[in-house]
């Protein structure tokens, strides 16, 4: 069973759709997160939260919009998404403790295509 | 500025032969982490290894093992008698430490390796 369960796995929006994506974890990981990852590409960070509150933001577009709803859950609103955006998004959990940086457990991401 | 060079793109092997996966890093932090992780075809990211600066203790886990070797700036992963499963992407990253001393997950990932084991 994996640790970190994400859906939908899978995604088709227009470009002037609304969507979510949903991010759960039962961890007990103080700390989530947001990658993107593009096809044949390494992971970027997109959003920290860390006990439950917003503490990365890596210059992300407004057109995504986390929430972190309680310790369990992680979500990310889309909102006039570009084709560009079409990629692979995946939630993780960890526990940030100082002086350590945290191994990280990734769920299985939903694939987002933007038509 | 950090950076993680993996400068092989594809690696394809025959079941049981070793495959080494290289990684060389660059980062001005005296303080830092490596990082393995495998992305197999169903797309989660699965950790395999975390090793601090201070620590060039090679480490071997059953058939996986890691080099690194802070002279040369490097942290090279080696499968012993590969097997069709570990055909995955596999991912280096560095992570360094904010002011706080804490990382928050903010990884630098090398490119990724394809690793294609044949049966």
């Known amino acids: 069973d994996t640790e970190v369960t994400q859906t939908p796995k899978h995604l088709v929006m227009g470009m002037t759709n609304k969507k979510s994506l949903k991010c759960e974890q039962h961890?007990?990981?103080?700390?989530m997160y947001w990658y993107k990852q593009k096809a044949k590409k390494p992971p970027e960070l997109m959003f920290v939260y860390s006990y439950e509150k917003l503490s990365i933001n890596e210059s992300v577009p407004s057109r995504f919009s986390p929430e972190c709803p309680n310790s369990s859950l992680l979500n990310l609103h889309l909102h006039a998404l570009q084709p560009e955006d079409s990629a692979l998004y995946l939630c993780?959990?960890?526990?940030?403790?100082?002086?350590?940086?945290?191994?990280?457990?990734f769920g299985s991401g939903t694939q987002l295509s933007v038509l | 500025a950090q950076k993680v060079t993996q400068a092989q793109t594809e690696i394809s092997v025959v079941e049981k032969e070793d495959v080494t996966l290289d990684c060389v890093y660059e980062t001005r932090d005296t303080t830092y982490y490596l990082f393995w992780y495998k992305q197999p075809p169903s797309g989660e990211l699965v950790f395999l290894i975390r090793r601090n600066s201070f620590d060039e203790q090679n480490e071997i886990s059953g058939r996986y093992s890691w080099n690194f070797q802070k002279s040369t700036s490097s942290f090279n992963f080696t499968i012993t008698a590969s097997q069709v499963v570990d055909s995955a992407v596999y991912f280096c990253?560095?992570?360094?430490?904010?002011?706080?001393?804490?990382?928050?997950?903010?990884?630098?990932f090398g490119q990724g390796t394809i690793l294609t084991v044949h049966p």
């Open positions: 993780a959990g960890g526990a940030p403790t100082p002086g350590s940086p945290e191994k990280l457990f």
């Open positions: 990253a560095l992570s360094g430490l904010n002011a706080g001393g804490t990382s928050y997950g903010k990884l630098t």
């Open positions: 961890m007990g990981h103080r700390a």
